[in-house]
Protein backbone atom coordinates (compact mmCIF):
# COMPACT_ATOMS: atom_id res chain seq x y z
CA UNK A 1 0.00 0.00 0.00
CA UNK A 2 0.77 4.01 -0.46
CA UNK A 3 2.21 5.54 1.80
CA UNK A 4 0.70 8.54 -0.22
CA UNK A 5 -2.88 6.82 0.47
CA UNK A 6 -2.93 6.69 4.47
CA UNK A 7 -2.80 9.00 7.22
CA UNK A 8 -0.70 9.30 10.24
CA UNK A 9 -3.38 7.74 12.40
CA UNK A 10 -3.17 4.86 9.96
CA UNK A 11 -0.09 4.58 10.02
CA UNK A 12 -0.08 4.37 13.91
CA UNK A 13 -2.85 1.19 14.02
CA UNK A 14 -0.67 -0.77 11.39
CA UNK A 15 2.79 -0.52 13.58
CA UNK A 16 0.44 -2.11 16.42
CA UNK A 17 0.96 -5.26 14.23
CA UNK A 18 3.10 -5.37 12.29
CA UNK A 19 6.78 -3.20 11.93
CA UNK A 20 7.54 -3.31 8.19
CA UNK A 21 7.88 -1.02 5.47
CA UNK A 22 9.58 -0.39 1.96
CA UNK A 23 11.64 2.59 1.03
CA UNK A 24 12.57 2.57 -2.51
CA UNK A 25 15.42 4.71 -4.26
CA UNK A 26 16.28 5.63 -7.94
CA UNK A 27 17.82 8.20 -9.93
CA UNK A 28 17.06 10.67 -12.76
CA UNK A 29 19.14 10.14 -15.06
CA UNK A 30 19.22 9.55 -19.19
CA UNK A 31 18.39 6.10 -20.52
CA UNK A 32 17.90 6.70 -24.02
CA UNK A 33 14.65 6.79 -25.84
CA UNK A 34 13.32 6.01 -22.52
CA UNK A 35 12.35 8.25 -19.13
CA UNK A 36 14.56 10.09 -17.56
CA UNK A 37 12.69 8.32 -14.46
CA UNK A 38 13.07 4.86 -15.46
CA UNK A 39 14.79 3.98 -12.17
CA UNK A 40 12.41 5.81 -9.82
CA UNK A 41 9.50 4.20 -11.91
CA UNK A 42 10.71 0.53 -11.92
CA UNK A 43 12.11 0.79 -7.80
CA UNK A 44 8.73 2.17 -6.84
CA UNK A 45 6.40 -0.81 -9.38
CA UNK A 46 8.41 -2.95 -7.86
CA UNK A 47 8.05 -2.21 -4.17
CA UNK A 48 4.64 -1.58 -4.70
CA UNK A 49 3.96 -4.96 -6.63
CA UNK A 50 6.17 -7.02 -4.03
CA UNK A 51 4.04 -5.48 -1.33
CA UNK A 52 0.60 -5.64 -1.98
CA UNK A 53 -0.79 -8.80 -1.18
CA UNK A 54 1.13 -8.54 2.19
CA UNK A 55 -0.21 -5.46 3.29
CA UNK A 56 3.31 -3.02 3.87
CA UNK A 57 3.57 0.31 3.07
CA UNK A 58 5.56 1.47 0.60
CA UNK A 59 7.60 5.08 1.09
CA UNK A 60 7.81 7.68 -1.45
CA UNK A 61 10.83 6.62 -3.97
CA UNK A 62 13.73 9.20 -3.42
CA UNK A 63 13.89 9.79 -7.05
CA UNK A 64 17.63 11.45 -6.70
CA UNK A 65 20.59 9.65 -6.71
CA UNK A 66 24.44 9.19 -7.93
CA UNK A 67 24.88 9.68 -11.67
CA UNK A 68 27.87 12.19 -11.99
CA UNK A 69 29.11 10.66 -15.10
CA UNK A 70 25.43 11.67 -17.29
CA UNK A 71 25.28 15.33 -16.17
CA UNK A 72 26.31 15.89 -19.67
CA UNK A 73 22.69 14.67 -20.57
CA UNK A 74 19.91 17.50 -19.96
CA UNK A 75 17.81 16.52 -17.06
CA UNK A 76 20.23 14.38 -15.49
CA UNK A 77 20.24 15.15 -11.71
CA UNK A 78 23.13 14.19 -9.43
CA UNK A 79 23.61 14.13 -5.52
CA UNK A 80 27.16 14.30 -3.68
CA UNK A 81 27.67 11.16 -2.18
CA UNK A 82 27.99 12.59 1.01
CA UNK A 83 24.41 14.12 0.58
CA UNK A 84 23.00 10.85 -0.70
CA UNK A 85 24.38 8.85 2.82
CA UNK A 86 22.90 11.89 4.52
CA UNK A 87 19.73 11.29 3.09
CA UNK A 88 19.43 7.78 3.70
CA UNK A 89 20.75 8.00 7.26
CA UNK A 90 17.84 10.54 7.92
CA UNK A 91 14.92 8.79 6.33
CA UNK A 92 16.29 5.44 8.35
CA UNK A 93 16.32 7.44 11.57
CA UNK A 94 12.91 8.75 10.99
CA UNK A 95 11.25 5.39 10.15
CA UNK A 96 13.31 3.83 13.46
CA UNK A 97 11.76 7.11 15.79
CA UNK A 98 8.54 6.26 14.39
CA UNK A 99 8.63 2.31 16.00
CA UNK A 100 9.51 0.73 12.05
CA UNK A 101 12.36 -2.19 13.14
CA UNK A 102 12.17 -3.95 9.79
CA UNK A 103 12.80 -1.60 6.73
CA UNK A 104 13.71 -2.86 3.00
CA UNK A 105 15.52 -0.47 0.99
CA UNK A 106 14.77 -1.66 -2.77
CA UNK A 107 17.35 0.24 -5.22
CA UNK A 108 16.43 0.46 -8.62
CA UNK A 109 19.92 2.53 -9.81
CA UNK A 110 23.45 0.97 -9.99
CA UNK A 111 25.16 4.39 -9.18
CA UNK A 112 23.28 4.18 -5.75
CA UNK A 113 25.95 1.39 -4.27
CA UNK A 114 27.05 3.63 -1.64
CA UNK A 115 23.96 3.09 -0.31
CA UNK A 116 25.18 -0.07 0.87
CA UNK A 117 27.93 1.10 3.32
CA UNK A 118 25.52 3.69 4.75
CA UNK A 119 22.72 1.24 5.73
CA UNK A 120 25.68 -0.78 7.23
CA UNK A 121 27.07 2.33 9.32
CA UNK A 122 23.59 3.05 10.20
CA UNK A 123 23.10 -0.12 11.78
CA UNK A 124 26.18 -0.93 13.71
CA UNK A 125 24.86 2.53 15.56
CA UNK A 126 21.69 0.74 16.94
CA UNK A 127 20.65 -2.82 17.76
CA UNK A 128 16.71 -2.58 16.96
CA UNK A 129 16.32 -2.13 13.95
CA UNK A 130 17.14 -3.92 10.89
CA UNK A 131 17.88 -2.74 6.92
CA UNK A 132 18.11 -4.88 4.06
CA UNK A 133 19.58 -3.34 0.59
CA UNK A 134 17.63 -5.38 -2.35
CA UNK A 135 18.89 -4.20 -6.26
CA UNK A 136 15.76 -5.39 -8.18
CA UNK A 137 17.22 -6.00 -11.08
CA UNK A 138 20.70 -7.72 -10.04
CA UNK A 139 18.84 -10.08 -8.05
CA UNK A 140 19.91 -13.47 -8.80
CA UNK A 141 16.91 -15.16 -10.73
CA UNK A 142 16.45 -11.77 -12.09
CA UNK A 143 19.48 -11.13 -13.88
CA UNK A 144 20.15 -14.41 -14.63
CA UNK A 145 16.80 -14.76 -16.27
CA UNK A 146 18.40 -11.50 -18.06
CA UNK A 147 21.60 -12.88 -19.22
CA UNK A 148 19.71 -15.93 -20.11
CA UNK A 149 18.48 -13.64 -22.90
CA UNK A 150 20.78 -11.59 -23.86
CA UNK A 151 24.49 -11.02 -21.97
CA UNK A 152 24.79 -7.85 -23.03
CA UNK A 153 21.88 -6.51 -21.67
CA UNK A 154 22.65 -3.03 -19.61
CA UNK A 155 21.44 0.26 -18.83
CA UNK A 156 18.78 1.88 -21.42
CA UNK A 157 18.63 -1.68 -22.73
CA UNK A 158 15.12 -4.27 -23.05
CA UNK A 159 15.60 -4.92 -19.44
CA UNK A 160 14.87 -1.50 -18.73
CA UNK A 161 11.71 -0.68 -21.46
CA UNK A 162 8.55 -1.84 -19.79
CA UNK A 163 5.40 -0.14 -20.76
CA UNK A 164 5.54 2.09 -17.74
CA UNK A 165 8.88 3.49 -18.68
CA UNK A 166 8.15 3.69 -22.34
CA UNK A 167 7.55 7.46 -23.52
CA UNK A 168 4.29 7.66 -26.11
CA UNK A 169 5.32 8.51 -29.70
CA UNK A 170 9.07 7.47 -29.08
CA UNK A 171 9.78 4.77 -31.17
CA UNK A 172 12.77 2.74 -30.08
CA UNK A 173 15.41 1.05 -32.35
CA UNK A 174 14.83 -2.50 -33.37
CA UNK A 175 18.24 -3.33 -33.04
CA UNK A 176 21.17 -4.71 -30.72
CA UNK A 177 24.15 -1.94 -29.38
CA UNK A 178 27.92 -3.41 -28.17
CA UNK A 179 28.48 -3.36 -24.76
CA UNK A 180 30.26 -0.47 -24.14
CA UNK A 181 34.15 -0.82 -22.63
CA UNK A 182 33.48 0.04 -18.77
CA UNK A 183 37.05 0.30 -17.59
CA UNK A 184 37.28 3.06 -20.21
CA UNK A 185 34.20 4.58 -19.63
CA UNK A 186 34.72 4.92 -15.91
CA UNK A 187 37.88 7.48 -17.06
CA UNK A 188 35.95 9.61 -19.18
CA UNK A 189 34.99 13.52 -18.07
CA UNK A 190 30.43 13.92 -18.32
CA UNK A 191 31.22 14.92 -21.73
CA UNK A 192 33.50 12.56 -23.29
CA UNK A 193 31.31 10.16 -21.39
CA UNK A 194 28.52 11.33 -23.42
CA UNK A 195 30.30 11.41 -27.00
CA UNK A 196 31.82 7.76 -25.93
CA UNK A 197 27.89 6.68 -25.32
CA UNK A 198 25.99 8.56 -28.12
CA UNK A 199 21.71 7.83 -27.18
CA UNK A 200 22.79 6.82 -23.73
CA UNK A 201 22.41 2.52 -24.23
CA UNK A 202 25.14 0.63 -22.51
CA UNK A 203 24.91 -2.40 -24.85
CA UNK A 204 21.78 -4.97 -25.78
CA UNK A 205 18.68 -5.06 -27.42
CA UNK A 206 16.60 -1.89 -27.20
CA UNK A 207 13.28 -3.60 -27.02
CA UNK A 208 12.32 -7.40 -26.72
CA UNK A 209 8.79 -9.34 -26.73
CA UNK A 210 6.21 -7.97 -23.91
CA UNK A 211 6.04 -11.93 -23.07
CA UNK A 212 10.03 -12.05 -22.34
CA UNK A 213 10.09 -8.37 -20.45
CA UNK A 214 7.00 -9.55 -18.20
CA UNK A 215 7.98 -12.88 -17.24
CA UNK A 216 11.37 -10.49 -16.30
CA UNK A 217 8.92 -8.46 -14.43
CA UNK A 218 7.02 -11.28 -12.55
CA UNK A 219 10.32 -12.95 -11.20
CA UNK A 220 11.81 -9.25 -10.02
CA UNK A 221 8.54 -8.50 -8.13
CA UNK A 222 8.74 -12.26 -6.59
CA UNK A 223 12.34 -12.16 -5.68
CA UNK A 224 11.35 -8.33 -3.81
CA UNK A 225 8.33 -9.96 -2.11
CA UNK A 226 11.15 -12.84 -0.80
CA UNK A 227 12.97 -10.02 0.52
CA UNK A 228 10.29 -8.73 2.66
CA UNK A 229 8.76 -11.87 4.15
CA UNK A 230 12.51 -12.82 5.17
CA UNK A 231 14.72 -13.91 7.21
CA UNK A 232 15.10 -10.95 8.81
CA UNK A 233 18.33 -12.09 11.07
CA UNK A 234 20.55 -9.12 12.19
CA UNK A 235 23.67 -10.96 11.87
CA UNK A 236 23.23 -12.52 8.16
CA UNK A 237 21.61 -8.75 7.25
CA UNK A 238 24.68 -7.04 8.42
CA UNK A 239 26.91 -9.61 6.32
CA UNK A 240 24.56 -8.92 3.43
CA UNK A 241 24.72 -5.34 3.08
CA UNK A 242 28.37 -4.54 4.35
CA UNK A 243 30.35 -4.08 1.13
CA UNK A 244 32.76 -7.31 -0.33
Known sequence: MRVADLNWMQMEEYLGRDDRA???????????????????ILSERVALE??????????????????????????????????????????LD??????????????????????????????SKTSRTTIRLHNWWNAPKTLAFVQGIDPTSSHA???????WTRLADVPMPDLRKPAIDYPLYSTLHPKAARAYVGDGNFGGDYQR???????M?????????AMLEGPWGRDSTIRTNLPS
Open 22 to 40: IVPIGSTEQHAYLSLAVDS
Open 50 to 91: AAEPLGIPVFPVLPYGITPTFLAFPGTISLRVETFVRVIHDI
Open 94 to 123: SLDQAGFRRILVVNGHGGNQPASSAIAEWM
Open 157 to 163: SWMENLP
Open 209 to 215: SDAEVGA
Open 217 to 225: WDIAVKETR
